[in-house]
């Protein structure tokens, strides 16, 4: 190994929500690349390391439905021929997520990490980053050297946790250690709202991930809640300890913090002060004196893979004779074309949602007046990507694809302000910082969907059996 290290970069994710029926394509994939990836803290440790860092590509599609074969096989090959490119190198860094499924090949992650093995040989350090909702393989940690998980739902330590995964890498080519992870796999499934990392008893369990670590000898610890809207073998909690070089010491580590998960496994409940129904939501919302009231529509959470065009608020809110209300927003492509069609401030006769998710919903008929079209800045189009339609005392805020609107801005740019309305509703489980940070009261709406927080009422049928706490409870060692 030369002096200065050379560490390629590289990566591709998404989250898989595999009762969603909108497969994920190429075209999904948003790519960052080059030197892009090099700003901010990676860039800094570039240069406090002294290790040159050689950036190819990292895309990223938002939580859907299976990602197609195809799209696969191409995000893959073009990985491989630019970290190819790249060779020698001492190390890879990947930044994955852990829970992206495949038609036709399951675990991508595990198939992804195997393949660049193959590639750079066993020499080659490879570090992987991971989002905590990933469902992690044992084929996975046995292809890579370090692997680094969040520590934070709702997602606050993006970069600190690349960062770590990079820093961690760049020590041990440099300290010459010879990483090992182990993994430990409690039986435990768990729906990212009931896990929330400022919540007990998850606040206290990750706080044990830093304690772990300053102990001699180990480099890492990372504790993944998993994704339970991927019905696959590994869905499920997972406990990763890496240690400097002693493998039955990090399988210790992790079968000792693996004991203190299950043994909270009765603890874990919705991490937010107020759940409700979809009607009782909006009757609290309603009542309230606090404005604007965030109802998240969790069982359409557009960022746990759902569909996100369900229109059952916008109908109830219309029922039950909301007034000042927004729904941010309504996936309808067509919707949106026709609201173009006849221009802002004129009538308009729609049918909206309800077609992506036909299980869970239903088109609704509305009237009412287009009241602003927009395009997002970054999107460079002509044609408007989303219209605001005011029906009766609703403002509906419709898009012509899936998008999570997680920020004020991303509301904003549709022409609307989230925080003049009484009622907001968003298709989100917990609510995204941004949102949280600014909401005086939110309440999450246990609704329908293919995020449907209601796990013992999801079928699945890949999972590893048996599993608390669909199969009750029972006695379990690591």
Same mark, same amino acid.
């Given at each position: 190994m030369s002096n200065r290290i050379r560490i390629a970069i590289g990566g591709f994710w998404q989250e898989t929500n595999t009762s969603c029926l909108v497969p994920t394509k190429y075209n999904d994939f948003k790519f960052e690349r080059g030197a892009t990836l090099l700003n901010g803290g990676l860039r800094? &440790?570039?240069?406090?390391?002294? *290790?040159?860092?050689? %950036?190819?590509f990292v895309a990223r599609? &938002?939580?859907?439905g299976l990602v197609r074969r195809s799209a696969y096989r191409r995000l893959k090959d073009e990985l491989l021929r630019e970290l190819e490119a790249t060779l020698p190198v001492d190390g890879i860094y990947l930044d994955l997520h852990g829970?992206?499924?495949?038609?036709?090949?399951g675990d991508a992650e595990s198939n992804l990490v195997a393949t660049v093995r193959e590639l750079v040989g066993r020499d080659v350090l490879i570090s992987v980053s991971l989002d905590l909702h990933g469902n992690i393989s044992p084929a996975l940690v046995d292809c890579s050297d370090l692997l680094t998980a969040l520590r934070t739902a709702p997602h606050r330590d993006i970069e600190e946790t690349r960062q770590r995964a990079v820093t961690l890498l760049v020590r041990a080519l440099r300290e010459r250690l010879k990483p090992v992870p182990v993994l430990v796999k409690p039986p435990l499934l768990?729906?990212? =709202?009931?896990?929330?990392?400022?919540?007990?008893?998850?606040?206290?369990?990750?706080?044990?991930? *830093? =304690?772990?670590?300053?102990? %001699?000898g180990i480099m890492d610890a990372?504790?993944?809640?998993?994704?339970?809207?991927?019905?696959g073998p590994y869905t499920s909690t997972s406990v990763i300890v890496v240690a400097e070089r002693d493998e039955g010491l990090a399988r210790q580590e992790a079968a000792e913090l693996a004991r203190e998960v299950w043994a909270k496994r009765h603890e874990f409940r919705l991490g937010v002060e107020e759940v409700a129904s979809v009607d009782e939501s909006i009757r609290r919302a309603m009542e309230a004196c606090e404005r604007p009231v965030f109802i998240s529509d969790s069982g359409d959470n557009v960022m746990g893979g759902a569909a996100g065009d369900i229109p059952l608020f916008a109908e109830r809110l219309l029922a039950l004779g909301a007034q000042d209300a927004l729904v941010a927003g309504l996936a309808d492509a067509e919707a949106v074309r026709q609201c173009a069609a006849v221009g802002e401030g004129a009538e308009v006769r729609l049918s909206i949602g309800g077609r992506l998710d036909p299980a869970n919903g239903t088109p609704l008929a509305v009237t009412g007046r287009v009241d602003h079209l927009s395009t997002a800045p970054q999107e460079h189009r002509k044609e408007p990507t989303m219209a605001v339609v005011r029906v009766d005392g609703v403002s509906i805020l419709l898009a012509v694809d899936r998008r999570g609107f997680t920020e004020r801005a991303a509301i904003a740019a549709a022409g609307v302000d989230p925080m003049q309305h009484k009622i907001?509703?968003?298709?989100?489980?917990? &609510?995204?910082?941004?949102?949280?940070d600014h909401a005086p009261w939110a309440i999450l709406a246990l609704s329908p969907g293919a995020a449907d927080l209601r796990l013992e009422e999801r079928e699945y049928h890949r999972l590893a059996r048996p599993i608390f706490p669909l199969?009750?409870?029972?006695?379990?060692?690591?």
């Open positions: 800094r &440790l570039w240069h406090d390391n002294g *290790a040159e860092l050689l %950036p190819t599609a &938002l939580p859907g829970a992206m499924e495949v038609e036709e090949v768990l729906a990212g =709202e009931s896990a929330m990392t400022n919540v007990e008893p998850a606040k206290l369990l990750y706080g044990r991930l *830093a =304690e772990i670590e300053r102990r %001699p990372s504790f993944l809640i998993g994704c339970s809207w991927t019905d907001v509703v968003v298709k989100q489980g917990y &609510l995204y910082p941004d949102l949280a199969d009750g409870d029972f006695t379990w060692e690591p």
